[in-house]
C-alpha cells in the first residue's frame, strides 16, 4: 500500500477494525460527525496511535509520531501523560491529524477518559480559585486515581468557608461552558508574562520542561490561562459532578525548605450517581481510618517527641503483630527457608557495593560518621542477606539458598508524604532472598507466588490483582544491566504468571533498578486496592557482589537472586488490616478475644473459672470485675470490638454455661454449656477463621 499522505489524505482506523480515508489535518471531532452526530456530541476527547503504515513511511527521527510544538516534553513530569507506553496518546478533539493514525472517540462510558475529565475539573478549580482570590499563584493540578489536586501558593491559608465559596464559583464556571483552547506562544513571551505575574512555579515549570526557541503550549477557557499540554474536554460546561474534598499542605518541590503551598483535593465523576457512589465510600473509608481506630482501640501511636513516621507499638497492636510474625515464621520454616538476623547499620562502602548509594542515596538517611567509616542505617535487608550467602561457598548441591528475616528498616521519607501506619520512616518487612541455579528460578518464582496468595488468603482478602513490571530498554540511567538478562528475567516471570494461570497488566518501565518484579495488590472489604506483597528477581547484585557456587561440572558459576516481601512491610499490612475488618478483627487475631462481664460482684468468683477454661486452651480472656453496671461493660467492650462477651450470673453458675453475645449480632446468642464455648473459641482460633461461627 501506498503512503496516503502523498495524496493529501490520511487513513483512520477505528476500533471494529474499519477504516476511513479524510483529508490531511481533520480533526477527530469532524471524524466523530462524519460518523454520527451523536457520537460528536458525546465525545470527550481522542485516543490517536500511528497505524503500521505511518510508522513504515515516517521519518526515523519522529519514531512515528507527529511533532507539534508543546507535544513532547511540554509540562511538568506530573501533570497528565500524554503518551502511554503502548504508543497510544491522548489528544484533544480538536487536534489535526497529519499522519495515518488508529482512532479511539472516547465518551462518558469510557473510564479511561475520566483521566483527561478530571484533568479539566483541576482547570475548573484553578479559575474558581483566582476569580476569587486573585492574588494566588498556581503550581501544578493533575488528575488522581480518585480525582484531581492543584497546588496553590497564598500567604493567608483556606478555611472551609473558603472551599464552599470556591465549589461555588466552580458550578459557575460549569454553567458558563467555556471552550477548553489550546495555544502555543513563544517561550520567552510566556516566561516574560508568568514573571510578571509572579507565577514563580509556572516560570520554573517552563525553565524545566520547554527547551529555548519552542513555543509553548497553554490552555484557556475564558480569562483563565495554565501553561499545560493537555489534553482537555472540549469544555467546561462538560464537567457534571465534582466534590471539593479538603485542604492539604505540600511544600514546593517537596523540599521542606521551600515555601508550603497549599492542596486543594477534590474528584469528579461523569454522572452525580456515581459521584455519590464515591462520597458514600469515602465516608465508610472515613469510619474505617486506621489512625482512628488505632487510637480508638488503643493499638499505636505516633510520638511528637520522637519524631514523625516512627511507630509505636502499644500493648494490644503488639499481640497482633506477634500473630503476624509468628504465623510468618512458622510459614518461613515450613517452606524451607532459613531465619536470619542481620544489623540495622552498614558501611557506606556496602551500599557503594550494591549500588543504593548511587540510585537510593535520596531515599536513604544521611551517613553516620563514626571513627573508622561512614554508616547508613539500612533501607533494605538484601546486601546483609548477601553477605551472608558469600560468607561460605556453596555447591549447586546447596541452592536454593532460602533466607527470611523480619528486619527492621529506615527510609528518608519527607514530612508530606507520610501517613499513620502506612507511609513510615521505620518499619519492619518480611523480607527474603532466594539465592538459587537458573534451572531453579522459575520453581522458586512460582513457590514464592504461591507464598503470596497463602497470605491473602490466611488474613481474609478472597481478591488481588497482578501486575509485571519491566524495564524501559531505552532508559539506562535508571536500570543497571544488559537487554540479555533483563529478557530473561522478564520471560521467566512471565512465563510462571502463564503456569499458575494468574492474569496481570505488564507495567512497562517501572521495574525496580535491578531486575523486573511481580506486585499482588489486595482488594479490601470497600473494594479498594493495596500494593503489598512483590517478588523481584534480581540478577545485578549477585554480580555486583562477585557472588558464586560450584556448578556439577565443578566450574564456578554465579547464582541468580529473588527478592520477596509479601506483607509489605508489618506496619503497612497491619494498617490495611486494621481498615479491611474496620478493628473488628477475626478472633484469632484480636488482641482480647473473650470478654467475660459478671452480672455482680457475686458472680466474679464463677466468672474467674470460667476464663482460667478459655486461658487454658489458650484463649485471650479478659474478666472484667470492675464494680460498674453490667451494660455499661457491655457498651464499652463492644466499642473495643471484641468477638465474644460472656455474661455470668446466678443461672450461669448453677449450670456451669455461660451467655453468649457475639460481635455484631444485636442480640444475645443464648446460653450454652462453658465447655462448648471454649472448643468453639478454640476451634476458630485454630483454623484461624475469619467469622465467628
Known amino acids: 500500500m501506498s503512503h496516503t499522505v502523498e495524496t493529501g489524505t490520511i487513513q483512520v482506523t477505528l476500533p471494529d477494525g474499519s477504516s476511513k480515508q479524510v483529508p490531511r489535518g481533520a480533526t477527530p471531532l469532524e471524524i466523530a460527525r462524519s460518523i454520527s452526530p451523536r457520537l460528536a456530541e458525546a465525545a470527550l476527547v481522542a485516543k490517536v496511535k500511528p497505524s503500521a503504515v505511518s510508522i513504515q513511511h515516517s521519518a526515523p527521527q519522529q519514531s512515528g509520531a507527529t511533532i507539534e510544538p508543546g507535544d513532547g ?6 501533570t497528565h501523560a500524554q503518551q502511554s507506553k503502548d504508543g497510544w496518546r491522548f489528544v484533544d478533539l480538536e487536534k489535526p491529524l497529519e499522519e495515518d493514525v488508529e482512532l479511539r472517540l472516547l465518551t462518558d462510558r ?3 477518559a475520566l483521566e483527561v475529565y478530571r484533568h479539566s475539573s483541576a482547570h475548573v478549580l484553578a479559575t474558581a480559585v483566582l476569580e476569587l482570590f486573585p492574588e494566588t499563584k498556581l503550581g501544578h493540578g493533575p488528575p488522581t486515581e480518585s480525582g484531581f489536586f492543584y497546588d496553590f501558593y497564598r500567604p493567608t491559608p483556606f478555611t472551609p468557608e473558603d472551599l464552599e465559596r470556591i465549589e461555588k464559583r466552580m458550578q459557575d464556571v460549569t454553567q458558563r461552558d467555556e471552550k477548553f483552547q489550546r495555544e502555543f506562544i513563544p517561550r520567552d513571551e510566556g516566561l516574560a508574562r508568568f514573571k510578571n505575574e509572579g507565577d514563580f512555579m509556572k516560570v520554573h515549570f517552563i525553565e524545566q520542561f520547554t527547551k529555548a ?24 460546561g462538560r464537567i457534571k459532578a465534582f466534590k471539593l ?14 515555601p508550603q503551598l497549599q492542596r486543594i483535593y477534590g474528584t469528579s465523576f461523569f454522572s452525580k450517581k456515581d459521584l455519590e457512589q464515591h462520597l458514600h465510600a469515602l465516608e465508610e473509608a472515613k469510619k474505617r481510618d486506621h489512625r482512628a481506630l488505632g487510637k480508638q482501640l488503643d493499638l499505636f501511636s505516633i510520638q ?7 511507630i509505636f507499638w502499644h500493648p494490644k497492636g503488639g499481640i497482633i503483630r506477634k500473630e503476624m510474625e509468628d504465623w510468618m515464621r512458622d510459614e518461613y520454616l515450613k517452606r524451607g527457608y532459613s531465619l536470619v538476623y542481620t544489623p540495622h547499620v552498614f558501611r557506606v562502602n556496602l551500599w557503594k557495593t550494591s549500588g543504593h548509594e548511587g540510585y537510593y542515596s535520596q531515599n536513604m538517611f544521611t551517613p553516620m560518621e563514626l571513627d573508622d567509616a561512614e554508616y547508613r542505617v539500612k533501607p ?58 537458573p534451572e531453579q528460578i522459575e520453581s522458586e518464582i512460582e513457590g514464592c507466588i504461591d507464598f503470596a496468595l497463602a497470605v491473602l488468603k490466611t488474613f481474609g482478602f478472597n481478591e488481588y490483582q497482578v501486575e509485571l513490571s519491566t524495564w524501559d530498554p531505552n532508559d539506562k540511567k535508571s536500570f543497571i544491566g544488559g537487554d540479555e538478562m533483563w529478557n530473561l528475567a522478564n520471560n521467566s516471570l512471565e512465563k510462571v504468571l502463564k503456569k499458575l494461570n494468574i492474569p496481570y497488566k505488564v507495567i512497562p518501565g517501572e521495574a525496580a533498578f535491578y531486575g523486573p518484579k511481580i506486585d499482588v495488590k489486595l482488594v479490601d472489604a470497600i473494594g479498594r486496592l493495596w500494593q503489598l506483597s512483590t517478588v523481584q528477581f534480581d540478577f545485578n547484585l549477585p554480580q555486583r557482589f562477585g557472588l558464586e557456587y560450584v556448578a556439577e561440572d565443578g566450574s564456578r558459576k554465579q547464582p541468580l537472586m529473588v527478592h520477596r516481601a509479601l506483607f509489605g512491610s508489618v ?8 481498615e479491611h475488618y474496620a478493628g473488628a478483627f477475626p478472633v484469632w487475631l484480636s488482641p482480647v478475644q473473650v470478654a467475660i462481664i459478671p452480672i455482680s460482684e457475686k458472680h466474679v468468683e464463677y466468672g474467674n473459672k470460667v476464663a482460667q477454661q478459655l486461658k487454658d486452651a489458650g484463649v485471650r480472656v479478659h474478666l472484667d470485675d470492675r464494680n460498674e453496671k453490667m451494660n455499661a461493660k457491655v457498651r464499652e467492650h463492644t466499642l473495643q ?10 443461672k450461669e453458675a448453677e449450670a456451669g454455661t455461660v451467655n453468649v453475645r457475639v460481635r455484631g449480632q444485636q442480640q444475645p446468642e443464648g446460653t450454652v454449656p462453658a465447655a462448648q464455648f471454649v472448643e468453639r473459641v478454640k476451634k476458630l482460633i485454630g483454623e484461624k477463621s475469619v467469622k465467628l461461627s
Open 73 to 78: 516534553n511540554n509540562a511538568p513530569a506530573s
Open 110 to 112: 469510557d473510564p479511561e
Open 213 to 236: 526557541g519552542e513555543p509553548i503550549s497553554t490552555y484557556r477557557n475564558g480569562k483563565f490561562v495554565d501553561f499545560c499540554r493537555g489534553p482537555h474536554v472540549p469544555s467546561t
Open 245 to 258: 474534598l479538603n485542604i492539604a499542605g505540600a511544600y514546593w518541590l517537596g523540599d521542606e525548605k521551600n
Open 304 to 310: 511528637e517527641l520522637a519524631g514523625p513516621g516512627l
Open 380 to 437: 533494605m535487608n538484601c546486601p546483609g542477606h548477601i553477605l551472608i550467602y558469600a560468607d561460605s561457598l556453596k555447591s549447586y548441591r546447596d541452592l536454593p539458598q532460602r533466607y527470611g528475616e523480619l528486619g527492621t528498616v529506615y527510609r528518608y521519607e519527607r514530612s508530606g508524604v507520610m501517613h499513620g501506619l502506612l507511609r513510615v520512616r521505620g518499619f519492619t518487612q518480611d523480607d527474603a532472598h532466594i539465592f538459587c541455579t
Open 571 to 578: 506496619e503497612r499490612f497491619f494498617g490495611v488490616l486494621i
Open 641 to 650: 470490638k471484641v468477638p465474644f462477651l460472656l455474661v455470668v450470673g446466678e
